[in-house]
């Protein structure tokens, strides 16, 4: 079964600095998309970033960027130059393709405090 | 351009009560549709998805169900709610393979 695992439930990083969100993830697929959602106090899921498995190049969204290690099925986000407006809960998911059918598994999320 | 609407906001509902949440989505057809549970202090749980009116897959036995009875609305009932019904449901859709999945503002249910 696929699985997502975000092993941070908190981390915390001071305006300015930079901060990296751990996910591992476990499935048997070799094509598939993964993504990181923030979610704010508004609890509105937002789209980050995404990157697909079969491109070897990190996806980068202006602050945002990802290390995307296949082999490892490790998919870091990379938070630089942190806003007290990155504040919010950060969720990994993985996108699994079954029959024609596209299913999101998230993680458990990390709470990322921004510290002024 | 596509948007979702999912309603109630907020619902308080005492214990043994039917549910009826719904979602809509607009400008595009024959989406994925998705209801997702987020409990306290926890990630998103899966409960429901469909690829079409009428066909559902559950992914977790629980005390839901969900329904398409139109391309693009979505509900999520129960005839009897539990306490452990209570947490924030959030529909989703996707639209195409290489699009992400595009959230309702969700709907926070307290069982009381």
């Known amino acids: 079964a696929q699985t997502v695992t975000q092993s941070q439930p908190e981390m915390s990083v001071q305006e300015a600095e930079t901060v990296t969100l751990s996910c591992t993830y476990d499935?048997?697929?070799?094509?598939?998309?993964l993504f990181w959602y923030k979610q704010p106090p508004s609890r509105q899921m937002i789209l980050v970033i995404r990157?697909?498995?079969?491109?070897?190049q990190n996806a980068t969204e202006n602050r945002f960027s990802v290390n995307f290690q296949k082999a490892a099925k490790s998919f870091s986000l990379k938070i630089s130059d942190s806003q007290l407006g990155d504040a919010a809960m950060y969720f990994c998911?993985?996108?699994?393709?079954?029959?024609?059918?596209?299913?999101?598994?998230f993680g458990t999320g990390t709470r990322l405090k921004v510290l002024a | 351009s596509q948007t979702i609407h999912q309603w109630p906001a907020t619902l308080v509902q005492p214990v043994g009560s039917p549910l009826s949440l719904e979602c809509t989505v607009e400008?595009?057809?024959?989406?994925?549709l998705y209801w997702y549970r987020q409990a306290a202090g926890r990630g998103l749980q899966l409960l429901f998805y469909?690829?079409?009116?009428?066909?559902i897959s559950s992914e977790v036995p629980q005390n839901l169900s969900a329904s398409r009875p139109q391309d693009r609305q979505f509900i999520l009932s129960s005839k009897k709610l539990l306490l452990s019904d209570s947490g924030f449901y959030l529909c989703?859709?996707?639209?195409?393979?290489?699009?992400?999945?595009?959230f309702g503002q969700g709907t926070r249910l307290t069982v009381v």
């Open positions: 998911a993985y996108r699994v393709d079954t029959s024609g059918t596209y299913k999101y598994i």
């Open positions: 499935t048997s697929e070799s094509d598939y998309y």
């Open positions: 990157q697909e498995a079969y491109k070897q």
């Open positions: 400008g595009t057809s024959n989406p994925n």
């Open positions: 469909s690829v079409g009116i009428g066909q």
């Open positions: 989703a859709y996707l639209r195409t393979v290489n699009t992400e999945a595009f």
